[in-house]
């Protein structure tokens, strides 16, 4: 987390909390915004973010310290409360976002497809700033960095003269790039579905992102969590769009939807060994890789009824 820069109420403050407070910042003036203009209201828009904001933190917190339990059970002494010495997940942060929505659809009496639609893209700017914010906190980075691209933003140097790629930055990039690619779809897809293509985008990339990472990245012995959340929630959003949402949206029969998704997803491992077990080269592999999520991504799209322009 880095040395503090000062102290509040005897609480340190480090440059990657002041980091992120700024990007939570500029994702709740984004909301009210979007609010605005939508006609939802600039206080509907405060009111949802001093809901969200401590629902994020508190359930990416939890998030953590489950997958890292028996960690925490061995250290006691209440280390799990001590919210200061870090340790987020990233998918709790984001089921503290929709639990958000939900309750505040129900406070507001408004439909939470809608909230969710006029909140998704200040979701994503936050999620490009706080990725952003990362390499402050000694996350995000890669591996070595061959000779030649040594330099940012490609890459990074740590305190050991070591230049790692720069995981952190490819991120928050890439949450920029949804950022506009959500705009576009603005709409053009049913109520609802701008938030949940969204979610298909960072999902889907977070598999090969989560790859990269050579930092402190959570895992459960060789499966890097985030990977697993990610091909889980990319799952329920097929099985809503093929069994509820948009039935008719894969004309194909349903399973050859599931089948593609799991025959991408088997890509997806045996490239994962492939980079501990054999000698192909890396860039082939992660080549490879990114064309798996780009077809996860196009196959979940068009069986959740979130390929085709819907008339709204």
């Known amino acids: 987390m880095g040395e503090p820069l000062f102290h509040v109420l005897g609480l340190p403050v480090t440059a990657y ?41 508190l359930l990416a917190r939890a998030a953590y310290v489950l997958i890292r339990l ?56 936050f999620l490009a700033l706080a990725r952003f914010c990362e390499g402050l906190a000694g996350q995000g980075f890669g591996q070595e960095v061959p000779p030649g691209f040594a330099f940012f933003p490609l890459a990074v140097g740590n305190e050991y003269g070591e230049w790692r790629w720069a995981v952190f930055l490819l991120e928050g990039a890439a949450a920029l790039l949804f950022l506009a690619l959500a705009r576009r779809r603005e709409g053009t897809l049913r109520e609802g579905g701008l938030a949940r293509y969204a979610l298909l985008l960072v999902l889907s990339f977070q598999i090969l992102f989560e790859s990269l990472r050579e930092d402190e990245v959570l895992s459960w012995g060789f499966v890097r969590v985030h990977q697993l959340l990610s091909a889980a929630g990319l799952f329920a959003l097929m099985a809503e769009g093929l069994f509820r ?68």
């Open 70 to 125: 028996n960690y925490y059970l061995e250290r006691g002494g209440g280390a799990a409360l001590r919210l200061w010495e870090g340790g987020y997940a990233a998918a709790g942060a984001a089921a503290g976002f929709l639990l958000a929505v939900w309750l505040a659809g129900r406070r507001f009496r408004v439909r939470p497809g809608r909230l969710a639609d006029a909140a998704a893209p200040a979701g994503l700017l």
């Open 17 to 57: 909390a002041a980091g992120m407070a700024l990007s939570a910042l500029a994702g709740v003036l984004y909301l009210r915004h979007r609010f605005g203009r939508l006609g939802l209201g600039a206080e509907r828009a405060e009111a949802l973010a001093l809901l969200a904001l401590p629902l994020c933190l």
């Open 245 to 312: 949402r948009a039935p008719g949206a894969w004309r194909a029969p349903r399973h050859l939807a599931v089948a593609a998704f799991f025959l991408l997803l088997l890509l997806v491992v045996a490239l994962e060994f492939a980079l501990d077990k054999t000698t192909l080269d890396t860039r082939l592999i992660y080549a490879l890789m990114l064309l798996a999520c780009l077809g996860l991504s196009r196959t979940v799209a068009i069986a959740a009824g979130l390929g085709k322009r819907w008339e709204t």
